[in-house]
């Protein structure tokens, strides 16, 4: 139909504290862009990194059908330094990544 404008149905997910996560369904114009998306955002949410489907996205990046628009919390702890923590309290003398591959056949 001509005079029917499509609309596209987006969920918008954060996690406001460790553990939890928000899920807001949107119903946008067609056209609409991750920005659109993140304007409807309860304020107070940073905005530091954006995905899309576990996907890092570009605000300009244009939304499809289904899509859901992901906003992550800052790391807290540098990755590799949780790892060597976990290593120290799993315990062990062995190094944490092996030196050499196994053997392929």
């Known amino acids: ?7 596209l149905q987006v969920d918008l997910a954060w996690s406001p ?4 996560v928000e899920v807001l369904r949107l119903s946008l114009p067609a056209g609409a862009t991750v920005a659109d998306a993140l ?11 954006i995905g899309i489907w ?15 628009v992901e906003v992550y919390r800052p790391l807290t702890v540098d990755p590799m330094e949780a790892r060597r923590r ?10 944490i990544v092996s030196r050499h591959r196994p053997a392929s056949r």
């Open 17 to 20: 504290a460790p553990g939890q």
């Open 86 to 95: 976990r290593h120290q309290v799993q315990g062990g003398g062995r190094r």
């Open 39 to 49: 304007a409807r955002l309860p304020a107070g949410v940073p905005q530091q990194a």
């Open 1 to 7: 139909m001509a005079g029917v404008e499509q609309t």
């Open 54 to 68: 576990g996907h890092k996205a570009e605000r300009s990046e244009r939304l499809s059908d289904g899509d859901r």
